[in-house]
């Protein structure tokens, strides 16, 4: 999915996206509401076929009204009435059902793509923004709404009354009509020449809005981050230079259909202009009536009005097809991840036994570099491992294969016997509890925070784990306590409050499997004693891995694994780690002497 961004309007791989054919995957979720097309398309037809008797309501009253001598026109105009009281009901029911199902495509189409979304795995958002995404997600999806909802209705309301508005020509004066239908291919030579371009220049469009979407949540995202290093004018200048690129992409998009537009219009109202100067001789000869020149005039007028709408129709069906190829995109990304066809199931009970055998792996953006190498390590159940190690040692790969959202390029990962591939993602992941190192809230309330990874449990199931979790005390002080709204990402807690509600929600999702990635580093002293009291608690009868730094939380480990390089360079208790002098005490050392330092500081 991911494309050039520098890429030229002309340049961009648009091949797919130069047929209208792209929003055949549209048209695939309208049909599934056969009843609102068919009352939608029987509406339109009636407004069209109400629009084209308009100037035969005017020939009647022209030629049997005035021309005729005979002076009452009041039959003949309360018929006109009626055709535009029809007119007006039959469009009203137009516009509700081309709206409605406009809505509807966009819905359903939102709601395909998240799903998609929701089973790729993590691999491919670190090849495409999430925030781009977004964008496509809301920008091209209102594209397509317009697409859907007003466009095509147009397009074929056009479409009726320029083929029934030529056929009614022919019946008035077969002569005149003749000439007007020859000038149809000279109109329709430009339209083709002219929309290949702008269906390249549609699309890059697109991107560029989307790029603007992008930026936008990018930087909102990070405002603190923005103005605690004072970059606000860059930022300010970044997005100019985005917006502007956008609009110098849509100017050039602009120019097109203008030109195109003119171009069409001029083309059908001179031919229009001639014709009507051949029916005045007509009319002047004796050989058309008044009425005839006068309904030719008014359904030529419309024909001619139909065709040239196409023009801005075909533009805007251009950029739909656009905006639907890049959501066909989303929608046709396959899951790198994915259950196999006959998935193993796990055994019951669990055990909890995690084994990495002789396991290679890089991911997928940096395929030169191997975060983990020849590895290999076995957890049985119940049993603590604590991993330590510099930055970079591949510790957190080891619970991103653990969990299966990348598989190695060689060896294996099991989970009871049975090898990540042969089983379903999902029951893999239910038997894991996570608090990662970068905690995650959602922009909702506590208790749908906490309950996450157990969304049926009870408030009192709720309390038991925030109390276990060192959570209670603030989670009650909030102003409408499990029902207080926590902010984007959690915004309106501390960062460790964040950190105890992730481990409220790990403790309340009570799972044979536990992995903590630096679970209490944004704790202070007291908190961190108290929830390291809960989690040796919970990680009784538990297989669990621990990342961590602080060896307050790696001495009660029943093994310590230190990695370096993607690499096991020793494995032990934490006193016959000591005792090696190798990696693991190196490291110990360091943090002694900063803890020290850190404590004279505080005395001084």
């Known amino acids: 999915m991911t494309e050039d961004k520098n890429m030229t309007p002309d340049d961009t791989p648009s091949a797919p996206f130069k047929k209208i054919g792209n929003l055949r995957m549209v048209w695939d979720r309208a049909v599934r509401y056969p009843k609102q097309i068919s009352l939608a398309m029987l509406s339109l037809f009636v407004a069209a076929m109400a629009t084209l008797a308009i100037p035969a309501g005017f020939k009647t009253i022209i030629d049997k009204g005035f021309m005729s001598g005979a002076g009452d026109v009041a039959p003949y105009f309360q018929g006109l009435l009626v055709i535009v009281a029809v007119l007006a009901v039959a469009t009203a029911f137009r516009f509700y059902f081309v709206s409605w199902l406009g809505e509807r495509v966009v819905a359903d189409i939102r709601l395909a793509v998240q799903r998609n979304l929701l089973q790729l795995a993590p691999g491919f958002f670190e090849e495409n923004r999430p925030s781009e995404i977004s964008s496509r997600m809301t920008s091209d999806t209102a594209v397509i709404e317009q697409v859907v909802g007003t466009t095509v209705s147009v397009a074929l309301r056009n479409i009726v009354i320029g083929v029934g508005g030529i056929i009614y020509l022919f019946t008035l004066a077969p002569a005149l009509t003749a000439g007007l239908l020859m000038a149809i291919p000279i ?228 989970i009871d016997g049975v090898a990540l591939p042969s089983a379903d993602p999902a029951e893999i992941r239910q038997r894991m509890a996570l608090v990662p190192q970068d905690t995650v809230l959602f922009a909702a309330s506590a208790r749908d925070n906490l309950r996450y990874g157990e969304w049926e449990a009870t408030d009192e199931e709720i309390w038991d784990a925030a109390r276990a979790a060192n959570a209670e005390k603030f989670l009650k002080a909030l102003p409408e306590g499990l029902d207080s709204f926590m902010g984007e990402a959690g915004t309106r807690l501390s960062g460790g409050q964040r950190q105890r509600v992730a481990i409220a929600r790990a403790l309340l999702r009570n799972t044979p499997i536990l992995l903590l990635d630096e679970a209490t580093s944004a704790l202070d002293a007291e908190s961190e004693k108290l929830v390291q009291d809960a989690l040796d608690k919970l990680m009784q009868d538990r297989t669990t891995i621990v990342i961590a730094h602080r060896l307050a939380t790696v001495r009660s480990a029943d093994r310590i694994v230190v990695m370096d390089e993607g690499r096991i360079v020793e494995q032990g208790t934490h006193d016959a780690l000591l005792a090696k002098d190798g990696l693991y005490s190196r490291l110990a050392k360091l943090q002694f002497n900063d803890s020290q330092s850190d404590r004279s500081k505080t005395l001084a």
Do not use: C
């Open 187 to 414: 109109i329709i030579l430009p339209i083709v020449f002219i929309g290949r371009k702008l269906t390249n220049v549609s699309r890059f469009s697109q991107d560029r809005v989307a790029d603007v979407g992008a930026m936008v949540a990018e930087t909102l995202g990070a405002m603190k981050i923005v103005q605690a290093f004072g970059q606000e004018g860059r930022e300010h200048a970044r997005f100019g230079g985005a917006v502007e690129a956008t609009f110098d992409t849509a100017k050039r998009r602009i120019r097109l259909r203008s030109a195109m537009t003119a171009i069409v219009i001029g083309l059908i109202f001179t031919g229009i202009t001639l014709l009507m100067w051949r029916g005045a001789i007509g009319v002047a000869d004796g050989s058309i009536s008044g009425g005839t020149i006068a309904a030719f005039v008014l359904t030529g007028g419309l024909v001619a009005g139909s065709f040239g709408a196409l023009t801005e129709v075909y533009g805007d069906l251009l950029r739909g097809a656009g905006a639907a190829g890049r959501l066909a995109e989303l929608l046709s990304e396959k899951p790198g991840i994915a259950a196999p066809l006959n998935p193993i199931d796990l055994p019951e009970p669990a055990r909890g036994k995690i084994a990495f055998d002789n396991v290679t792996f890089a991911y997928p953006t940096r395929p030169e570099t191997n975060a983990l190498t020849n590895f290999s390590l076995t957890v049985s159940p119940g049993e603590t491992v604590a991993v330590v190690g510099p930055s970079g040692a591949g510790k957190s790969t080891l619970f991103q294969l653990a969990q299966r959202f990348y598989d190695p390029q060689s060896g294996s990962v099991r």
